[in-house]
């Protein structure tokens, strides 16, 4: 008799011992994952500029890569198209881009890149390729239709 509860006292130990270690070992991995989901997380990237060494791989890995529509845009072409200044089409302004969206996008394109009277040459992205200027067009329309 004693003999059994003993026994039992024990098992009843061991599992009690199991769930204390169970639930400290699940706490630590909790904060683990939190741990990784936060560096995961960090927004490597907007806080580094391009070009910039101290910033590690994320960033000289972009390098060499095409800009994306939307980079060209808000680097560059928003300066004249998110306000309208000097009568450019607002992004976003679907009464503005009506019109020259009718005069098909590869029209759009060619006037990106070459210019067309207040609108410079790549909207002065010299620096941009055409495709990065066609994509930055898209971006555009795409976004005001
Ligand atoms: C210095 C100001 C300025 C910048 C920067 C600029 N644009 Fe423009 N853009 C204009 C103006 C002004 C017009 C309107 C020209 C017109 O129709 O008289 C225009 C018109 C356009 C049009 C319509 C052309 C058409 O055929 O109707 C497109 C497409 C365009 N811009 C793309 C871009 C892109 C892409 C960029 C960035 C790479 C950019 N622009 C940067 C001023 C600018």
Known sequence: MTKMLSKKFVCLCA???FGIALSVSSHALTDK???DVDARTKPVGSLCLEGDSTCGVAVAASNGKPKTGEE???GTCTMCHGAGVGGAPKF???AAWKD???ESLPTLHDHAIAGIRAMPPKGTCAACSDDEVKAAVD???AHSK
């Open 15 to 17: 599992l009690f011992t």
């Open 100 to 102: 020259r969206i009718a």
């Open 33 to 35: 994952q939190k741990k």
């Open 72 to 74: 060209v845009y808000t």
């Open 139 to 141: 971006y555009m329309v």
């Open 92 to 94: 976003g302004d679907k």
